[in-house]
């Protein structure tokens, strides 16, 4: 009986040991999917840009007073090449003004595209609103000294890439425009915040750098669920990322260090994903949750002495919020774990990373990421001949 008991338990030990193995092979998979659905926007992101060519200084650009369009008619003293059978294209124009709006289109259904401006203007630098989903594209502006760099209202399906705003009152705008996609931008230097999507849920926020924005945050997402918020840089602003009313939104891959605040703030945003982020060196939490923010995952994240002279790096203030992945009992790295036993959390939860990571070369974004890489260079080959092919039937 004895001998059949410790099979018995040798089996279920097996057994356990296969599942875990297999959970933590599923974990790796799902994350290399999602990197690799960003790493293929990156490309196509990356080839528009090349495309568009190299960012032109002002002193290169042709002087042009302040565009506004409110019909598809106004559109017809520009070329074409807009995408979608050749609408129009809005490009090289150098708009410093005392006027209002530095460009501003409302209400069109054409396809277009505004590249390599750079505005200074008074309220807003370029001001979309109100435009067929999918039919705008914003790429390599400049904007700089407006009270709005780039705001985008009710045009839901936007390409947004590779723009700089800076000294502005507000960065980047998304406003009531879903499923949009801002990448590649430098937002630093404004009052507000770097990017921000209002309304704008399901939308990806993916490799823009946001330093140096004041009073709310480097990024910000507010009543935005369902995005996603990858390989960003944020720091030295009040917060990295904020979120408000984004729940079902994922956060992975991202550097958030030297903020005044905390790295990121979550507040009314559950069912969230938040992994392999570094935040360092913040002066408050590394990670900071309401009393609203309930049932999100917090794994793989690296924490560097955030908060330093408190008790935690990261403060739990909702329910059911877990800090370890369970499926393969790993968690967070944490700088000041004592490397025994769990971490303990600050905040009303009374929270615990039951696994806390003892190594942060080993579980480090990069080092994490090397498989990943290993296995994009097997596929990436074969993205590009099938970008290319695209690119090729259409010319």
Known sequence: MF???SIAQDIYSIKSLIKCDLMKKKTILLLFLLILSIYV???????TAEENNNKTTSLELTPHDPIEIRHDSDFEVFSGTGTEEDPYLIEGY??????LNGIYINGTTKYFIVRNCYIDAVKYGIYIYNVTDGTATVINNTCSDNVEGILLHKSGG???VNNI????YYGLCLWFSGSSTVANNTCHSNYHYGIMLSFSGSSTVANNT???NINWGGIVLEESGSSTIANNTCSNNRRGFYLSGSGSSTIINNTCNNNSDDGIYLAFSAFCVITYNLLQENEKYGVYLRSDSDN????????????????????DNGTNNFWYDSSINEGNFWSDWSGRGSY????SASSEDLYPLDELDEYSVESQLNFTFTLLMLVVPLILTRIISKKTKKE
């Not at 705003?165 to 502005?168: A, H, T």
């Not at 303990?344 to 905040?347: A, L, Q, Y």
Request: hydrophobic residues 30%.
């Open 3 to 5: 001998l059949e008991e």
């Open 158 to 160: 936007s390409i947004v």
């Open 94 to 99: 150098n708009i410093t003004s005392t006027s």
């Open 344 to 347: 303990s959390i600050d905040g």
């Open 296 to 315: 999100s995952l917090f794994h793989h994240n690296a924490f560097v002495d955030n908060n330093l002279g408190g008790t935690s790096q990261a403060c």
């Open 41 to 47: 926007l990156n490309i196509n992101v990356q080839i």
């Open 210 to 212: 946001c330093n140096t």
């Open 165 to 168: 705003c800076r000294n502005n």
